[in-house]
Each structure stands twice: as C-alpha cells, then as structure tokens.
C-alpha cells in the first residue's frame, strides 16, 4: 500500500498569509494526486485532483504542484473559510490511500 | 451536479450489523463509480471501497473483506454499504462520494456516524 506522510500536522497563520502543505508518497504516484478540505459538520470538498486541477467552483488562490513522490497545496492568501484539515489522495494504486492530514488554524 | 444524501445516524451493540443508505438526486447515478470513505474519531479518511452501479461489480480494501457489502438499486438511484461483525473501532463517520475520474471523490453525502458501543 502507498503511504501518504503530510507535513506539518498543524500549521498556524493568519488571514492573508499563505499556507504550503506538504505531502510525500512511500512510493511514486505520478500525477495521481488529490486534496481535499474538510469542515466539521460538512461534507469534504474535492480541491485539486491529478496534482494541479482546481475542482469546479475552486478559487485560483488554491493550486498545487509537484510529482512522483512529492506535492504540495500551495493557498496563496487565507480567507477566514479556509482555516480546515486539508487531506491528500492518491489514485496511482490500489487501495486508495490518504495522508494523515494537516489542520490549518487561526 | 448531483448529490448525495446519506440515510441518518445509527447506533449498533457489537457483533451487530449496520446499512447504510446513499441516494443520488439526479437519474445521472448509472455510469458511475460510488466510494465508501470513512473517518474515525481523531482519525484520518480510509476508503473502503466502491461499487460500479452499472454492472454492479466492486471492489473493496483489504481490511474490510469479509466484512462489508455495497450494493445499488438503480431503479431508485440509491447504493447501500453494509458492515457486518461491528466493532467498536467501526465508530465512524462514513460517507459515500461519487468517484471522479474514477477514482477521485467528488461529490461527497453528507456522512453517517454509526456508533458502536455496548
């Protein structure tokens, strides 16, 4: 099974500061990569999928980079609505795996 | 857009069984891949598996073999996941998301906590 490792667990900023997430494979995943944001009480919301397309309805301050083993979820400006716990996702192989997740906090 | 609206909040004895019910608001629910996700308490996203709804095929993560079903009724755009032999580290949130380039998951139902406890 592919282990996705997130890092940091929890990163604290403020509004308007940009947020770098990090998410490293065991092994290469290509571009088969996603992240989502989650909110207590709220469904998940897709993000990004295939390491750098913004879902439908996603804002442009949200982009992602990297490939094969190492990625990243760039925010480049935090809106209040965006302090989530952010998970990656990988589609390379099966079973699909997620990362651990990291908590973007006030 | 369709969406997916899980059947509510259950509370189940271990050893018991629990079904989960996940309905799509469109007649677009044929031609897709339905994942089932789950996330424990302070605990992290585990897919489970997912269900072709055309042809009914699935395939699930090893962990759960032997111990959960998906199924679909498509004349009701509605796929079910059962769990059997309930533990109490089955407490969960589980949701059921539909599979975006197949694999992805997007969107996602609302989530139903099943708790298990004595």
């Known amino acids: 099974e592919i282990v996705l490792t997130q890092s940091p667990a929890t990163l604290s900023l403020s509004p308007g500061e940009r947020a770098t997430l990090s998410c490293r494979a065991s092994q290469s995943v290509s571009v088969f990569l996603a992240w989502y944001q989650l909110k207590p009480g709220q469904a998940p919301r897709l993000l990004i999928y295939d390491t750098s397309n913004r879902a439908t309805g996603i804002p442009a301050r949200f982009s992602g980079t990297g490939s094969g083993t190492d990625f990243t979820l760039t925010i480049s400006s935090l809106e209040p609505e965006d302090f989530a716990v952010y998970y990656c996702q990988q589609r390379s192989k099966f079973p699909l795996t997620f990362g651990g997740g990291t908590k973007v906090e006030i | 857009q369709v969406q997916l609206v899980q059947s509510g909040a259950e509370v189940k004895k271990p050893g018991a069984s629990v079904k989960v019910s996940c309905k799509a608001s469109e007649h677009t629910f044929s031609g897709h891949y339905l994942h089932w996700v789950r996330q424990a308490p302070g605990r992290g996203l585990e897919s489970m598996g997912w269900?072709?709804?055309?042809?009914?095929?699935?395939r699930y993560a090893e962990q759960f073999q032997g111990r959960v079903s998906m199924t679909r009724d498509t004349s009701i755009s509605t796929a079910y996941m059962e769990l059997t032999s309930l533990r109490s580290d089955d407490t969960a949130v589980y949701y059921c998301?539909?599979?975006?380039?197949?694999?992805?998951?997007?969107?996602w139902g609302q989530g139903t906590l099943v708790t298990v406890s004595s």
């Open positions: 269900i072709n709804v055309n042809s009914g095929d699935t």
């Open positions: 998301a539909k599979g975006f380039m197949t694999n992805y998951f997007d969107p």
